[in-house]
């Protein structure tokens, strides 16, 4: 199977911020990656997918790039509806993984 | 609206069964692979089993391969999962989600407890 490791596992950030956070996986994924975002007592939500692509209604301040095994999540102005657990997903295995997450509060 | 709906949680003992249910409506539910996806209580998502648009090709996480059975009835718009010897590391919501790429919609969840 896949692993998927994310960083930091928590970070404390302001409003206004740049958050980027990093997703790496144990084998090359060809940028088969989705990044979701859960709110508590949410269902998670589809941000990005095939490691770039923006889904549709989802914020430009949201962004994402990588290759190979190593991707990122950038969150380019940190705005008070995006304090929320980030989590990246690989599916290029049909054994589908996701990563532990990383829990984004405030300063 | 594009919608998933789940059902069938509850509390149940070690050794029990349980069979959830996800409702699927305002898309063409026969085209899509679909998924269920767990989240034990203050924990991540965990990826349980896959099932394609067809029913062709199934896939199962180790957790629960040999105790869980997925399917779907297209004709019913609907999808399933049979949980049989349920054990306490089982208890999560669970959420059905649909795949195109990644996993695009999710229903609200159901809880599933086992607990003696």
């Known amino acids: 199977d896949i692993q998927m490791t994310q960083s930091p596992s928590s970070l404390s950030a302001s409003v206004g911020d740049r958050v980027t956070i990093t997703c790496r996986a144990s084998?090359?994924?060809?940028?088969?990656l989705a990044w979701y975002q859960q709110k508590p007592g949410k269902a998670p939500k589809l941000l990005l997918y095939a490691a770039s692509r923006l889904e549709s209604g989802v914020p430009s301040r949201f962004s994402g790039s990588g290759s190979g095994t190593d991707y990122t999540l950038t969150i380019s102005s940190l705005q008070p509806e995006d304090f929320a657990t980030y989590y990246c997903?690989?599916?290029?295995?049909?054994?589908?993984?996701f990563g532990p997450g990383t829990k984004v509060d405030i300063k | 609206e594009v919608q998933l709906v789940e059902s069938g949680g509850g509390l149940v003992k070690p050794g029990g069964s349980l069979r959830l249910s996800c409702a699927a409506s305002?898309?063409?539910?026969?085209?899509?692979?679909m998924n269920w996806v767990r989240q034990a209580p203050g924990k991540g998502l965990e990826w349980v089993s896959s099932i394609s648009s067809s029913s062709s090709y199934i896939y199962y996480a180790d957790s629960v391969k040999g105790r869980f059975t997925i399917s779907r009835d297209n004709a019913k718009n609907s999808l399933y999962l049979q949980m049989n010897s349920l054990r306490a590391e089982d208890t999560a919501v669970y959420y059905c989600?649909?795949?195109?790429?990644?996993?695009?919609?999710w229903g609200q969840g159901t809880m599933v407890t086992v607990s003696s």
């Open positions: 084998q090359g994924i060809s940028n088969s």
């Open positions: 989600a649909r795949t195109s790429d990644a996993f695009d919609i």
């Open positions: 305002g898309f063409t539910f026969s085209s899509y692979s």
């Open positions: 997903q690989q599916y290029y295995s049909t054994l589908f993984t």
